[in-house]
């Protein structure tokens, strides 16, 4: 090896000028990438040197390896792609993401020009879908809650009915008609228990008799019982249930009280003791529009109450 100093021949291995002592080793050249580089021709996981690549033989195969002087990663290919196997700071954010992974060559690329992989996009997708699923179900519940509370206050009406099964009175109008509606009414239903009071006395094997008593005592409690099947007509002064056996006429101004449940609403009015119970609104659907957004619910027994409710207020 000549030195560039003073032209002295030197041995191959030699590190320094053994005529003027100078330096023989040569000076590490700054690896500048082409424009718009691949990711073999600069590493995604250091961004600092090109990946060479490399065969390892063994046994029973052959391995091609892609390789980074600078950071040391490895890249094992597996077919058209490439895994991630080893690299010298197992501690960095790119071995802790990526390690073991598999990944396109577009994949690698994007990743070192500070991109995501495919897996990493869907779950990016997904997260954002879910996102904006919650934001419309929220403004969804929102309006909601904004509809039932006109309602409630008398502020809205419901659409008019233009052919309701029922004859109308006079200035009338029907807003609502809920179909396979259930009537239902609390009945008093009596249970009787009986019991033997005494001693049993054996006068032969396998005879015997008992002295004693029956003690018996009865209780009655309340049953709601189906009544009657049906239609529900809400218009602007009754409350109209008609069934095959029974037909309820509710003037609005005689409801004392207005309980609601998830499928309907009980009832009580003036000079009625029993409650009335009407069933299976939520099997009906109610679309509505609130700030230019539509919506479609099951007519739930708190939208049910807030009808009734609301035209009594505008009684």
């Given at each position: 090896?000549?030195?560039?100093?003073?032209?002295?021949?030197?041995?191959?291995?030699?590190?320094?000028?053994?005529?003027?002592?100078?330096?023989?080793?040569?000076?590490?050249?700054?690896?500048?990438?082409?424009?718009?580089?691949?990711?073999?021709?600069?590493?995604?996981?250091?961004?600092?040197?090109?990946?060479?690549?490399?065969?390892?033989?063994?046994?029973?195969?052959?391995?091609?390896?892609?390789?980074?002087?600078?950071?040391?990663?490895?890249?094992?290919?597996?077919?058209?792609?490439?895994?991630?196997?080893?690299?010298?700071?197992?501690?960095?954010?790119?071995?802790?993401?990526?390690?073991?992974?598999?990944?396109?060559?577009?994949?690698?690329?994007?990743?070192?020009?500070?991109?995501i992989?495919?897996?990493?996009?869907?779950?990016?997708?997904?997260k954002?879908?879910?996102?904006?699923?919650?934001?419309?179900?929220?403004?969804?519940?929102?309006?909601?809650?904004?509809?039932?509370?006109?309602?409630?206050?008398?502020?809205?009406?419901?659409?008019?009915?233009?052919?309701p099964?029922?004859?109308?009175?006079?200035?009338?109008?029907?807003?609502?008609?809920?179909?396979?509606?259930a009537?239902?009414?609390?009945?008093?239903?009596?249970?009787?228990?009986?019991?033997?009071?005494?001693?049993?006395?054996?006068?032969?094997?396998?005879?015997?008799?008992?002295?004693?008593?029956?003690?018996?005592?009865?209780?009655?409690?309340?049953?709601?019982?189906?009544?009657?099947?049906?239609?529900?007509?809400?218009?602007?002064?009754?409350?109209?249930?008609?069934?095959?056996?029974?037909?309820?006429?509710?003037?609005?101004?005689k409801?004392?009280?207005?309980?609601?449940?998830?499928?309907?609403?009980?009832?009580?009015?003036?000079?009625k003791?029993?409650?009335?119970?009407?069933?299976?609104?939520?099997?009906?659907?109610?679309?509505?529009?609130?700030?230019?957004?539509?919506?479609?619910?099951?007519?739930?027994?708190?939208?049910?109450?807030?009808?009734?409710?609301?035209?009594?207020?505008?009684?």
């Open positions: 090896m000549q030195c560039p100093n003073c032209q002295t021949e030197n041995p191959e291995e030699a590190k320094f000028c053994m005529e003027c002592g100078h330096s023989l080793e040569s000076e590490p050249v700054e690896y500048i990438p082409p424009p718009n580089p691949t990711w073999k021709e600069l590493c995604p996981a250091c961004n600092s040197s090109p990946l060479q690549p490399q065969i390892h033989k063994g046994v029973l195969s052959t391995k091609e390896l892609l390789e980074c002087d600078y950071c040391g990663a490895i890249f094992q290919k597996k077919e058209s792609k490439y895994k991630l196997k080893d690299i010298y700071d197992k501690q960095c954010q790119f071995w802790q993401k990526y390690h073991n992974k598999t990944l396109s060559e577009e994949e690698w690329t994007r990743i070192g020009k500070g991109g992989s495919n897996e990493e996009q869907l779950i990016l997708e997904k954002e879908r879910e996102k904006q699923q919650l934001i419309e179900q929220q403004a969804a519940q929102n309006d909601l809650v904004t509809f039932v509370n006109q309602l409630d206050q008398g502020t809205i009406n419901l659409t008019p009915i233009p052919n099964p029922i004859i109308l009175k006079k200035n009338e109008t029907a807003y609502l008609v809920l179909g396979n509606m009537l239902h009414e609390p009945r008093a239903v009596r249970q009787t228990y009986g019991g033997y009071a005494g001693p049993t006395i054996r006068v032969a094997k396998g005879v015997s008799f008992r002295v004693g008593s029956v003690a018996a005592r009865s209780e009655s409690h309340d049953e709601l019982r189906n009544i009657d099947q049906g239609s529900l007509v809400l218009t602007n002064k009754r409350l109209i249930f008609t069934g095959s056996k029974r037909t309820v006429n509710i003037d609005l101004k409801i004392i009280a207005i309980e609601a449940y998830k499928d309907g609403v009980a009832s009580q009015r003036e000079n003791q029993k409650t009335e119970y009407f069933i299976g609104s939520n099997r009906s659907n109610l679309t509505f529009t609130t700030s230019g957004r539509s919506h479609t619910v099951p007519f739930t027994g708190p939208i049910l109450k807030a009808a009734i409710q609301g035209q009594i207020r505008q009684i």
